[in-house]
């Protein structure tokens, strides 16, 4: 379960810094590109919610 939790968290913090430079730069679209993500990329399943 640590595993699950560390990369999670991992995901989360990559995620956190991509809107903090998205604001910085006021473009979600250069963030992207500078972190490496596509805006049209699928979530992380390590990420997803799960639904209940």
Do not use: F, H, W
Request: charged share 30%; aromatic share 4%.
């Amino acid at each position: 379960m640590t595993t699950y939790t560390n990369a999670t968290a991992k995901a989360t913090r990559r995620k956190l810094n991509l809107l903090e430079l998205a604001n910085e730069l006021e473009n979600v679209s250069k963030a992207c590109k500078i972190m490496g993500y596509s805006p049209q990329r699928k979530p992380d399943p390590a990420t997803r919610k799960i639904r209940s």
